[in-house]
């Protein structure tokens, strides 16, 4: 079983930035892939990143993709999202998640645990 709590979240300038953090209960964290996704009022949860549990492999969405920064400490049991150059469409509630089973996957049905998110608003 595995707990996770996002922070970090908050409200940020377009072109700004924030770091959120995801902390996660567990001893079996370092063998997790983990994942961030957002959903926005209205739209259905799409994927944000991934970090595969050796941390040697990342993977974007389009979207975000060269502005956000997945990463991981597995000492810490925790997982990093830095976000720069926010847009107003940055904006929803980010989650973030873990697979005990692929590894490394984009897809919101493989990830087994959630956390309750955090918002992230960007204002123009």
């Known amino acids: 079983q595995v707990q996770l709590v996002e922070s970090g979240g908050g409200l940020v300038q377009a072109g700004g930035s924030l770091r959120l953090s995801c902390a996660a209960s567990g001893r079996t964290f370092s063998s997790y892939g983990m994942g961030w996704f957002r959903q926005a009022p209205g739209k259905e949860r799409e994927f944000v990143a991934a970090?595969?549990?050796?941390?040697?492999?990342?993977y974007y969405a389009d979207s975000v993709k060269g502005r956000f920064t997945i990463s991981r400490d597995n000492a810490k049991n925790t997982v990093y999202l830095q976000m720069n150059s926010l847009k107003p469409e940055d904006t929803a509630v980010y989650y973030c998640?873990?697979?005990?089973?692929?590894?490394?996957?984009?897809?919101?049905?493989?990830?087994?645990?959630w956390g309750q998110g955090t918002q992230v608003t960007v204002s123009s």
């Open positions: 998640a873990a697979d005990s089973i692929v590894g490394f996957t984009t897809r919101v049905s493989d990830y087994d645990y």
């Open positions: 970090i595969k549990w050796t941390g040697g492999s990342t």
